[in-house]
């Protein structure tokens, strides 16, 4: 049975500094990919970042770019994401997702990474504030 459990959210000020992490047992994180989402009050899930073969392919949608990085640990089952200079736009709650098929993709695995359609498998979340 696959289980993803994330840790790290909390609140912070404009501009701070959080890291999540995702523990993966029952799934391999280095076969195919991972990726967090988030969703704020009244909207959709959203796709923040992902990860691939391994660690060595990452995707972050635009609004994050320079500011988030995505990471695994493969020896610890374990995927972060280090979230820098947050703004309260980054304030909702936080998922990591695995796929046990994004990968199929090849090398556009990219164009694919943001859909919630393309993980099988969810962690129960956890909250981000950012407060001005």
């Known amino acids: 049975q696959v289980q993803l459990v994330e840790s790290g959210g909390g609140s912070v000020q404009v501009g701070g500094s959080l890291r999540l992490s995702c523990a993966a047992s029952?799934?391999?994180?280095?076969?195919?990919?991972m990726g967090w989402f988030r969703q704020a009050p009244g909207i959709g899930r959203e796709g923040v970042a992902a990860?691939?073969?391994?660690?060595?392919?990452?995707w972050y949608t635009d609004s994050v770019k320079g500011r988030f990085t995505i990471s695994q640990d493969n020896a610890k089952n374990t995927v972060y994401l280090q979230m820098n200079s947050l703004k309260p736009e980054d304030t909702a709650i936080y998922y990591c997702?695995?796929?046990?098929?994004?990968?199929?993709?090849?090398?556009?695995?990219?164009?694919?990474?943001?859909?919630?359609?393309?993980?099988?498998?969810w962690g129960q979340g956890t909250p981000v504030t950012v407060s001005s």
């Open positions: 997702a695995a796929s046990t098929f994004l990968g199929r993709h090849g090398g556009n695995w990219y164009l694919y990474a943001d859909s919630h359609h393309n993980y099988n498998y």
């Open positions: 990860i691939c073969f391994g660690g060595n392919d990452t």
């Open positions: 029952g799934y391999d994180s280095s076969s195919d990919c």
